[in-house]
């Protein structure tokens, strides 16, 4: 059964849970903009003029679009009724509400999850004044709870793309390990990393992202031409692939021995045990039922209680058809997540759990890994790293 | 000078003549939901958590974004002040609306053009949340004006890229009426179309479309394997590309003479000299000033004086960072297309010129041209093809 065919029966299955009557995606020239969405609604295929994409509680699903895309989405397979149109959707949008009857229309848009807000603001307006006359107006509400659960909630076929995805990313950190040589800049390891993802026939998830040393400079930017790699350095590579349209995203950590050294300064140890403890932390508190704050707290607090500043991100996103998915953050209440840090943990959702604080004069001290909830707790997909990878140049 | 420096230039110039104070472009996760804006404000760059892009009236550039970011808008050199910040922008952005103190804010929505419409619908809550409390909350409209110039007004430097896409669709055109067989499919015919793409490296503004003969389906669809080229076919090829992020869009036809023909029958000449004749007078009131829908009129009039029912698209769109751009519409006044045939032609855009007729055993009769308004009408930039392209097989 195709992943889209599979997401789409389970939205039927959300749909009932929730008792949201019907789900209505409503976009156009997704070439232009692409609402999250429609990877689990309609697989290569743009959309061009105003079309909806509604699955109902008790089963059925239409899709509404203009008259030149009606054989690109018959021939997905998903929609069960394809109705073009010339001039307006307004008709034949009215028309299939009036036979569906819903009470509750879940539309996509959401504050807090961007994986779920693909419904621009001039789409909003166009959508109101379509139902302004009609009892339909009122009874839109966010479609963010039929999303987080659809995203998150994994079927297997999505946790096998997301573990081959994993064991890329983990075989191109070994790469870097192996490679690494003095006055290699972040500039060359990122390199290794592009030219092994395209041998790998894949694609990076994020630029991957490369810390050198204490000079590095933190953040989302690329790997410097000018940082290189010195002795004493700490060598931090945030690394993620898509398999099959499924991301992964691990951190690994490397030191690079001082001559005179064949094991790393107490400093460089004791940060790095910080940041293990405190994922460790972390995973035995992540099982369902759990809020996202919760979670991020206890590893938060292994680092503050160990005598470091606090980490300023969060400590796990979801991961799935994007690097970050799903509804619930393993993260603290800032405003700017909004209420994601509230929603609850479930079962079969993949997080990252990740971490760092700083050491003076050897760099950025940061890992990551990738977990899968289960029944009870939650279960590594990564191999851990669990020491630090010495490296003697 | 780069082009994103050559256009946020240009939008301070917009800014003054629209009398708008401050241009204010909010985003987030742009990896995911990609403002179609940021072409013009941030190359090659993704923003992570809510960020506002600020150009104002008196020329200061401003971004306001999450703290891991600021490494890659500030090595933009497009910013003059780039303002990082932890867990909320809520702060950082009233604060830098307070010292520009404007009366008008231009806010990254429309309900009209998609390629001005990046705000989300969630977004949009969150911005309204944010200033609840100032007095900004009554001073937000609509960018699409502002939009809809710095689109449609294209630089020298997108002119010469937007010329150099022309060049290589009329390339891969002409591989398509040289390398054409009996029996092959539609699916090969793309084919050819794509290799070539490759070769040229570039990519394809759009997937191709075929369309072969009686038995077409006319649409967005991606070419049969099984309608295949025979004698007395109409072949159809829409082929568009990418050259420096600036798109083409252009139909050839071709005509597959029978065993016993010289020249193509009737009905087929008469189809294409009525398509042709309806692009001619197009161009002939395509200039600027004029009202989108009235140049659209003309061209239709043509073809239902003919005898042949409308066609049922606009006869163009303008053409530059995406294949639909700017904020004119070439179209009748249908609802989907709201206010873009009631626009102003302005000089510099470029327009597409497109339309069809069937012909009844031949198939899909069309061609498209793309053009640049003048200062006193429009200048054709693809070699126009006025003679049908007859191919003896």
């Known amino acids: 059964m195709s992943l889209i065919k599979q997401k789409t029966d389970q939205a039927i299955d959300v749909l009932n849970e929730l008792d949201i009557d019907v789900w209505l995606t409503y976009v156009r020239k ?17 959309l061009t003029w105003q079309s909806a994409l509604i699955i109902s509680k008790d089963g059925q699903k239409i899709a509404i679009c203009g008259r030149y895309d009606v054989q690109n ?45 693909g419904l621009t603001h001039g789409m909003w307006l166009r959508l109101n004044k379509i139902l302004e006359e009609t009892q339909y107006i009122n009874k839109l509400i966010s479609s963010e709870k039929i999303l987080a659960a659809l995203r998150g909630r994994k079927t297997d076929t999505e946790i096998e ?31 290794i990393l592009l030219d092994f993802t395209k041998e790998s026939g894949v694609e990076v998830s994020y630029p991957p992202l490369i810390h050198v040393g204490p000079t590095t400079i933190i953040g989302h930017g690329r790997g410097s031409p000018d940082i290189k790699i010195r002795r004493g350095d700490l060598i931090n590579v945030d690394y ?28 460089v140890l004791r940060a790095f045990e910080t940041v293990i403890n405190a994922i460790s932390a972390g995973a035995e508190k992540l099982k369902p039922g759990i809020q996202g704050f919760e979670v991020d707290y206890v590893a938060r607090k292994r680092v503050t209680d160990a005598g470091y500043p606090e980490f300023m991100h ?12 799903g509804g619930c953050l393993l993260g603290p209440k800032w405003e700017k997540y909004g209420e994601s840090p509230l929603y609850l943990v479930e079962k079969n959702q993949v997080f990252t759990l990740e971490l760092h604080v700083y050491v003076e004069n050897h760099g950025y001290c940061s890992v990551e ?4 909830v289960t029944k009870t707790g939650c279960k590594f997909l990564s191999e851990r790293q669990l020491e630090l990878s010495l490296i003697k140049l």
């Open 240 to 267: 993620g692939v898509f398999y099959n349209g499924y991301a992964s995203d691990i951190q690994r950590l490397n030191y690079i021995l001082r001559e005179d050294e064949d094991i790393p300064p107490k400093e």
């Open 369 to 372: 890994e990738n977990v899968i």
């Open 73 to 117: 989405v018959e021939s997905s397979g998903i929609y069960d009724q394809v109705v073009g149109y010339d001039e307006s959707i307004k008709q034949s949008l009215v028309e299939i509400l009036n036979e569906l009857k819903p009470r509750t229309i879940a539309i996509n848009y959401s504050m807090d999850n961007v994986a779920a807000d």
């Open 161 to 191: 793309r997301i573990k081959k995805a994993i064991a890329i990313s983990e075989e191109g950190h070994k790469k870097v390990g192996k490679n690494a040589k003095l006055r290699m800049s972040e500039r060359e390891i990122e390199k």
């Open 30 to 46: 997704t070439s232009e903009i692409h609402d999250p969405s429609l990877y689990f609604l309609l697989e290569d295929s743009w």
């Open 314 to 325: 969060a400590l796990g996103h979801q991961m799935g058809r994007n690097v970050h998915d």
